[in-house]
């Protein structure tokens, strides 16, 4: 098994590949109500295109891969592509994420074609403010297909929930509790400044000390020993829960020094960094003459341009332009 290593000496194995910029819903802190100039058709990876890119990444050390969006499961034809992906040799692990509207159609497919865990973003648990948030009133629909997931054993189940100053807050130990009754794994995400116009400010964004601090009033928070693959997310457990709470906190604590991905957009750019805007051209590689050797070569250019850190905080920082409908999260 090769090993890919970047300049900081971290492992890289894990692809995250935004399939799409196309969604079925419109959060307020992700994409406009009216919505956003689309990627063309053309510019778009064809799905022959994205296995090309997993089987070169795989054969170099990638192991693991996500897919994502805009919403993945309104391309059509994504059950081929999973399947493809699925059976990629030195693919081990392979999850999906999504907004949960089409899972109770689709989870059924979605474990004929191969998947075995995933996430589901859900920042309320009351139908009212779920329909503020996405501009759509579709709480229903998630929450059957959550439950619909966990009823197929797709394993974990993980539920990622933004957490934002004054509007879901007071619900922290709402979804820590759903960790009790179910198998399901609740994490929580700080509010990042991704996007032009997404409404972020440093206000906005609760750090998890608090967030846990208010966990830890419904039971003991017992710390889960880290293993080579959890990347960023600090995970934990309450004492006689059925799941775990886990913590993906990129603006309080310093996370980079435990990243182990790649990001490929639905335009065939890979980034290197969610924060920053540098992109590396690899459509034009697959659609040229470029064979197998090309595209290594330009994984490798973007191992060495990975940055060791984000810049928040900084003076320096300048929030980036790409939305997170367009880098997948
Ligand atoms: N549509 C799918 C979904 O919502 O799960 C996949 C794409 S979405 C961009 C991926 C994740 O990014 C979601 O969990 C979403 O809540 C999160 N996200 C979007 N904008 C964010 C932001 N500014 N800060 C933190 N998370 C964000
Ligand atoms: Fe769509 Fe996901 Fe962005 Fe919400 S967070 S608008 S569901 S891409």
Known sequence: MKLLLDNYYREINY????????????CRYCMPEEGVELIEHEELLTYEEILKVVEVFASNGISKVRLTGGEPLVRRGVMDLIEGIASTEGIKDLSLTTNGILLREYTTDLVRVGLRRINISLDTLRPDRFAY???????????????????????PVKINIV????????????????SL????????????????????????????????EEIRELGELIPIRPQDNDGPAKRYYLKGGKGEIGFISPISSHICSRCNRLRLTPDGKIR????????IDLK????????????EEILHRALEAKPERHRIGDLRFKKCQRGMYAIGG
């Open 181 to 212: 009754t179910y198998p399901l794994h609740v994490r929580f995400i700080e509010f990042m400044p991704v996007g032009e116009g997404n409404g972020w400010n440093e206000e906005l964004v609760i750090p998890h000390s608090q967030v846990m």
């Open 163 to 178: 957490v934002i100053k004054g509007f879901n807050d007071d619900e922290i130990k709402d979804f820590a509790r759903l």
């Open 284 to 295: 034009g590689t697959l659609r040229g003459s470029g064979g197998k050797e090309r595209l």
């Open 272 to 279: 290197t960094c969610l924060f920053s805007d540098e992109e």
């Open 133 to 155: 948030i996405t501009r759509r009133d579709k709480f229903k629909e998630v929450w059957e297909g959550i439950e619909e997931a966990l009823r197929h054993r797709l394993s």
């Open 15 to 26: 692809l995250r590949i935004s399939i799409t910029d196309r969604c079925n819903l419109r």
